[in-house]
């Protein structure tokens, strides 16, 4: 009798545990090696930046992902076949093969998890119909990718979904009750059918982790987006060095709570060194190493004292802290993002964004070489802005910046600079390891102004003044742009451009184009009242009560006004610019 195949098509579903589908199979994938042939593929680029949609840190960190599953799989009696092409091509291809074996083996069913976004979609759709076609049953799966489950949101049509964030976590709150429970862990797993049709050509598969990811990262390399960018700074180190796959995901999350690193998060979670600051979970999560509700019932565990694994850390069996409660908020974020990205579609990747609002005088640099500088010193870091700068490298160098940084950065593209917003989203498509189609898509829509941020245009990040507000000393600024590490005070730290013609001599930053030609002289001074800012269309500095303000100090906040460009405004109400609360 021929033996019945099964096709799980694996996506962003990389673990064993709390997976419905292997829990589901558990009761009844080698890779690229070069070949002489040619790709049948074009290069994976975005649309406007065209830049690669997938860089080396996240390549780097799919492929050790892959691999941990892989091993995962083995153990448990199973495996994993690695397949290079398109879902549909691949799909085709293996069933094309099976049915010409059907006497051996048998394709009886092709399984998939569920997507948000519109090319996620389309792959779905596509590998319904390959599959449809040969008659053979095709089932997408919902995986538990949420931490509330979105079956269990009150609302029964993406259309109702509230577009303030506030509204929706009100909606399901308490958030320590919501998640379901997780799937246990399968035992054992079928093994591989003993007939695997081999990878069609141009592609040939290698079994080594090694080869697979030196083939991966060959074009990356071969063609990087930024030729000539300054090397890894001396002493800088990443703030997530973790490795791919989901026991790393794991060990991190038990690391988290035992170190005390969960209780603390509140109070630690804008910061911008080192490796605690916050959980540093998000790649993991965006590939589904692991899943929200793993993390939650972990947390409950330590909370309700349940794990003496965690007997001697702070807070244990004393119930949800303020630090727990706020990765769960976080988590709920996340969520939101993923239900925003069901409700508004194709939006998500519109210039208009999902207010839909056409009105912003975008730059682009097509036709206009000044753009076009100034949109390649924001991605190389050499805007004059050492905030964003440092930021800029640090994402370049390790495919990790913190949520501070990151919304300083859209900010800075976005509402400073005024180039059209698109071009940061790609860019950190591109370079981001935790890169996740509605975490980045929306919270770029929402910095930049045209996504669900109730305060929409009027809330603009001072990056100066936020250097001051969380990076006191100008330490973070220093470790990556490493032009600047002799330079002592904050203020020239932060607005490079104000180091006097004598200094810059004598720390060897004459003709540093930061120093001459800042991309804009974003103006902030401590202890003066009313300092003006430098204008510009959309201005400058920020009041308001971000964290390390000092009593009597006032600054000045000048908003992008679409009707009156160039119009700098005092915000009446003290809050435009306040940096406190989530974003
Ligand atoms: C412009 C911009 C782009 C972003 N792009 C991404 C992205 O591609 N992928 C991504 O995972 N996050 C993105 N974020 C959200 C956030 O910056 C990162 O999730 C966070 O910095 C990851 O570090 P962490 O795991 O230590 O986060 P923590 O502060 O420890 O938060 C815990 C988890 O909550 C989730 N989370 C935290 N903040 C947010 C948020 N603002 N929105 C949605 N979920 C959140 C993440 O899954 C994160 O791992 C972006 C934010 C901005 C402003």
Not at 393 to 417: C, I, M, P, W
Request: charged content about 30%; glycine content about 8%; hydrophobic content about 30%.
């Amino acid at each position: 009798m021929a033996q019945k195949v099964l096709v799980y098509l694996l996506r962003r579903d990389l673990r064993v545990a709390d997976n419905p589908i292997f829990h589901e199979i558990s009761k009844l994938a080698s890779f690229i090696r070069d070949s002489s042939k040619k790709s049948p593929y074009r290069e994976a680029r975005s649309e406007v930046g065209k830049f690669w949609r997938c860089g080396p840190h996240r390549a780097s960190f799919v492929a050790q992902s892959v691999w941990d599953l892989k091993t995962d799989l083995e153990e448990k009696g199973s495996g994993l076949i690695l397949r290079a092409g398109t879902v549909v091509d691949v799909l085709e291809d293996l069933l094309t093969e099976y049915k010409a074996k059907e006497k051996e083996a048998q394709v009886v069913a092709v399984w998939m998890t569920e997507e948000e976004g519109v090319e996620e979609k389309d792959e779905e759709n596509t590998a319904r119909r390959a599959a449809e076609k040969q008659g053979i049953d095709f089932q997408l799966w919902t995986d538990e990718k949420y931490y509330i489950h979105d079956k269990d949101v009150p609302f029964d049509n993406p259309r109702n979904y509230p577009d303030v964030f506030t509204a929706y976590r009100k909606s399901v709150e308490p958030l320590r009750d919501a998640p379901r429970r997780t799937h246990p862990t399968p035992k054992s797993l079928p093994a591989l059918p003993s007939f695997v049709p081999p990878q069609k050509e141009p592609f040939v598969m290698s079994d080594t982790y090694d080869e697979v990811e030196t083939a991966l990262l060959k074009p990356l390399k071969e063609k990087p987006d930024l030729e000539n960018m300054c090397p890894f700074p001396q002493g800088a180190k990443s703030a997530s060095p973790f490795k791919g796959g989901s026991k790393e995901g794991q060990k991190r999350i038990q690391h988290l709570i035992g170190s005390g690193s969960m209780t603390k998060y509140k109070d630690t979670r804008n910061g911008l060194l080192g490796l605690d600051f916050s959980t540093k979970l998000s790649a993991w999560l965006a590939l589904g190493c692991i899943t929200a509700r793993q993390v939650h019932f972990q947390l409950l565990d330590f909370e309700d004292g349940r794990n003496d694994q965690y007997k001697g850390t702070e807070g244990y069996g004393k119930g949800e802290n303020k630090g727990t409660a706020a990765v769960r908020f976080e988590l709920l974020w996340r969520d939101y993002m993923r239900l925003c990205t069901r409700k508004f579609g194709p939006r998500l990747f519109r210039i208009e964004g999902f207010r839909d609002d056409p009105s912003y005088p975008w730059k682009y640099p097509k036709n206009n070489p000044g753009v076009k500088e100034m949109l390649d010193r924001f991605l190389r870091g050499t805007t004059g802005a050492g905030f964003i700068d440092a930021s800029q490298r640090e994402l370049f160098h390790t495919g990790y910046t913190s949520n501070r940084a990151r919304q300083n950065v859209a900010s800075y593209l976005a509402k400073h600079l005024g180039i059209a917003w698109k071009f940061g989203a790609e860019w950190y498509e591109s370079q981001l390891m935790d890169y996740d189609l509605s975490n980045n898509w929306g919270n770029w829509q929402y910095v930049s102004g045209v996504g669900n941020d109730p305060r929409g245009e009027a809330r603009i990040f001072n990056p100066v003044k936020q250097a001051f507000d969380y990076d006191h000393q100008g330490d973070y600024v220093k470790t990556w742009v490493e032009e600047l590490k002799d330079v002592t005070e904050p203020q020239e730290i932060f607005q490079p451009w104000k180091i006097d013609p004598e200094r810059r001599k004598e720390l060897g930053l004459e003709g540093n184009i930061m120093l001459e030609k800042p991309l804009k002289k974003i103006d902030f001074r401590v202890n003066k009242q009313n300092s003006s800012g430098s204008g510009g269309r959309y201005g400058g500095s920020s009041r308001g009560g971000g964290r390390g303000r000092k009593k009597n100090e006032s600054y000045s906040v000048v908003h992008r006004n679409k009707k009156n460009e160039g119009q700098n405004q005092q915000d009446k109400s003290g809050k435009a610019a306040q940096v406190n609360g989530h974003k």
